[in-house]
């Protein structure tokens, strides 16, 4: 590389290799942290929020160079540039792999400024010991070494294919078949079945009411651990394990197994059923999968901050490194306001003779509009308050269209206290604040089916159930093929004489529901 430069060509190679560090630092959060973050990201969008923040850097840089690293300039003066820039690359390499250095030691505010202060040291001892020669090749070898990072991130070049994809269009609905049952499958997330008990939320309405004439689980166990392979596991019968990456509208586990539109499992049986169909839904790529869905629209869960919130995160004390916690409290409560306003619609429309519904409640942290996070009890207490509210609006709207009836209540994984909102809590609230009373082996969900036309059959089932048996349940309560919480009872015993445990057992490896993909953010 040329030692001497145009005002130009340096202006634009300080832009190039800041870019580089910029999105390095801002963007490994949400990209680097798991083999699966990609099919997290369905939402690009997101990447242009407060974009003016990393155009007004990139500008600076860009004058920096033209105008300071000039051979006219004093040699202290370009160097001190040319330490800046380099001072940013070595950031940025420490951003990515600062996870890494999480996971082996405790990284406290002060030794995280000790390591940023090593970067700009280094590069300060890097513009006075080598040629300038050798200082450009470091430069450029730092970010070809970050680029390289996310051109490996599985699932990369699928992604940024899809990003240049138009959106295909929706098939043609299905024809309105008037003898099926409408039935809505609510799945609650992070709806743990123990504190709700405690609460006595199952003894206030509308659940109480809800109970009197439904079927009522009370062994019932998740399809998973954490969100991302729970509800795979749901829609395709069987639980999906371990996880292994994930990409533009795929995941796949560790046995090569897939879950995508190809392998949607109960969506796709709705499809060759004729069955009309919504979807709306948090976290997954829904409308990715869900190709046949009348109606559909899924939330992100954003751990993409901004440019300018993300790029000053590096610089933030220690607790505030804590993430998805700050993400989610970010956005819990617009979160919740979104699909709850999508399920109206759908729910408002009778050709969506099932309706799957995918929301953010009682999850922490708090997501009542205005609410203030204070420990993980309240906040999750909050929430169930909150729950009760939104169920009875469901219920109320799915009555509203009068006739028979059905809705299907349960969760993708119980409350992960111990596994991950305790240490969240305590390093956020202070000590004492993430204890919620969560037993520390109990892994059960609430799983209840109500009918609307049941009343004083209510029936409360002590034998084990997963909610994997939603794949089959759903199509056989929609085609009336299962009647009355008797019915369900009866195939929920034939279901778990038919697969023996394999179903139903707990999971003993509880790494995947500490955190939020694969091996990095589990949701």
């Keep these: 590389m040329m030692s001497e430069a145009s005002p130009l060509r340096q202006g634009l190679r300080?832009?190039?290799?800041?870019l580089a560090a910029l999105a390095a630092i801002a963007l490994s959060e949400s990209i680097l942290q798991s083999t699966s973050s990609l099919y997290l990201a369905f939402a690009p969008r997101v990447y242009l929020d407060e974009a003016w923040a990393l155009a007004a850097l990139?500008?600076?840089?860009?004058?920096?160079?033209?105008v300071l690293d000039q051979p006219r300039r004093p040699r202290w003066l370009a160097g001190a540039a040319r330490g800046l820039l380099l001072a940013l690359l070595f950031v940025a390499l420490f951003q990515i792999f600062r996870r890494s250095l999480a996971a082996g030691l405790a990284l406290s505010g002060m030794l995280k400024l000790a390591l940023l202060t090593a970067c700009v040291l280094g590069a300060a001892l890097a513009v006075w010991r080598l040629q300038?020669?050798?200082?450009?090749?470091?430069?450029?070898a730092a970010a070809v070494a970050m680029l390289s990072m996310f051109a490996l991130q599985p699932g990369m070049p699928g992604y940024l294919l899809s990003l240049m994809k138009s959106v295909e269009a929706r098939p043609a609905p299905a024809t309105l078949q008037p003898t099926l049952r409408r039935t809505l499958v609510l799945v609650l997330d992070e709806w743990d079945l123990e504190i709700s008990q405690r609460a006595g939320l199952f003894d206030r309405s509308p659940l109480r009411e809800m109970q009197a004439q439904g079927f009522v689980a009370t062994r019932a166990m998740p399809a998973g651990p954490n969100t991302l392979v729970s509800i795979p596991g749901m829609l395709q019968g069987r639980r999906f394990?371990?996880?292994?990456?994930?990409?533009?509208?795929?995941l796949e586990n560790r046995s090569g197994a897939r879950f995508d539109r190809a392998h949607a499992g109960l969506f796709n049986d709705l499809d060759e059923a004729g069955i009309g169909y919504g979807v709306v839904g948090f976290y997954h790529d829904y409308c990715a999968i869900a190709r046949g869905a009348r109606r559909c629209h899924a939330e992100p869960v954003q751990f993409f901050p901004g440019w300018?919130?993300?790029?000053?995160?590096?610089?933030?004390?220690?607790?505030?490194?804590?993430?998805?916690?700050?993400?989610?409290?970010?956005?819990?409560?617009?979160?919740?306001?979104?699909?709850?306003?999508?399920?109206?619609?759908?729910?408002?429309?009778?050709?969506?003779?099932?309706?799957?519904?995918?929301?953010?409640?009682p999850h922490p942290p708090i997501a009542l509009a205005g609410g203030r996070a204070q420990s993980l009890a309240l906040?999750?207490?909050?929430?169930?308050?909150?729950?009760q509210t939104v169920v009875s609006e469901l219920r109320d709207a799915l009555q509203a269209a009068q006739g028979d009836v059905a809705m299907v209540l349960t969760s993708d994984h119980w409350l992960r206290e111990k596994e991950l909102w305790a240490g969240i809590y305590e390093r956020q609230r202070g000590p004492g604040s993430g204890s919620a009373g969560k037993s520390e082996k109990d892994q059960h969900v609430p799983f209840m089916v109500w009918f609307?036309?049941?009343?004083?059959k209510g029936l409360q089932f002590e034998g084990p159930v997963s909610t994997t048996s939603l794949r089959e349940l759903v199509p056989a309560l929609a085609q009336r093929r299962l009647?009355?919480?008797?019915?369900?009872?009866?195939?929920?015993?034939?279901?778990?004489?038919?697969?023996?445990?394999s179903e139903t057992q707990p999971f003993d490896d509880l790494h995947g529901a500490a955190v939020h993909a694969g091996d990095g953010h589990h949701h």
């Design 14 to 18: 300080y832009a190039l290799l800041g």
């Design 241 to 250: 394990g371990a996880l292994d990456s994930g990409g533009a509208g795929y």
């Design 452 to 456: 609307s036309q049941a009343a004083g």
């Design 58 to 66: 990139l500008a600076g840089l860009a004058l920096l160079g033209a």
């Design 132 to 140: 300038l020669e050798a200082q450009w090749r470091l430069a450029s």
């Design 483 to 501: 009647n009355s919480p008797a019915e369900i009872a009866a195939f929920m015993q034939a279901r778990a004489a038919r697969l023996g445990p």
């Design 379 to 387: 906040d999750y207490q909050a929430n169930l308050d909150l729950l």
């Design 308 to 361: 300018w919130a993300a790029l000053t995160r590096s610089v933030k004390r220690g607790q505030e490194f804590d993430y998805p916690y700050s993400d989610f409290l970010r956005q819990w409560s617009a979160t919740l306001a979104a699909l709850r306003a999508q399920a109206r619609q759908t729910l408002a429309d009778p050709d969506n003779q099932v309706v799957w519904l995918h929301l953010n409640v």
